[in-house]
């Protein structure tokens, strides 16, 4: 039960790393027209670059250790997002969480690209 919580978890952790790319480009950009295309665009930059690489189906998946090394550099991303866009706090806390579950993920042997590269 405990495993399928900390993938559930990966999974949430995912939309909030969307998420802190988002409300980064929105409070970012000095015009409205760059706060919108920072705020749409690098989320969905990630999200692309998420379905090709580290999605469960991903279409060129990552073996580990180089899924890890490029999840941490996405999640260090995020959190220096949220950290330069005024929430340290949130910051600190999305990094902690992240860190115990992608720890969980390797003791447990979890992972959450498709068996194809395992």
């Given at each position: 039960?405990l495993?399928?919580?900390?993938?559930?978890?990966?999974?949430?952790?995912?939309?909030?790393?969307l998420?802190?790319?988002?409300?980064?480009?929105?409070?970012?950009?000095?015009?409205?027209?760059?706060?919108?295309?920072?705020?749409?665009?690098?989320?969905?930059?990630?999200?692309?670059?998420?379905?090709?690489?580290?999605?469960?189906?991903?279409?060129?998946?990552?073996?580990?250790?180089?899924?890890?090394?490029?999840?941490?550099?996405?999640?260090?991303?995020?959190?220096?997002?949220?950290?330069?866009?005024?929430?340290?706090t949130?910051?600190?806390?999305?990094?902690?969480?992240?860190?115990?579950?992608?720890?969980?993920?390797?003791?447990?042997?979890?992972?959450?690209t498709?068996?194809?590269?395992?």
């Amino acid at each position: 039960m405990l495993k399928g919580a900390n993938l559930a978890l990966a999974f949430i952790l995912e939309l909030c790393l969307l998420a802190a790319f988002g409300y980064w480009g929105f409070t970012t950009g000095d015009s409205l027209l760059m706060k919108i295309g920072l705020g749409i665009g690098v989320p969905l930059l990630a999200a692309v670059v998420w379905g090709i690489f580290m999605a469960p189906k991903a279409v060129r998946p990552l073996r580990a250790p180089l899924h890890q090394i490029i999840e941490c550099v996405i999640f260090g991303l995020a959190f220096v997002a949220l950290y330069v866009a005024g929430q340290p706090t949130l910051a600190i806390i999305f990094a902690i969480v992240f860190v115990i579950n992608l720890v969980l993920r390797i003791v447990w042997k979890q992972t959450t690209t498709d068996t194809r590269a395992a």
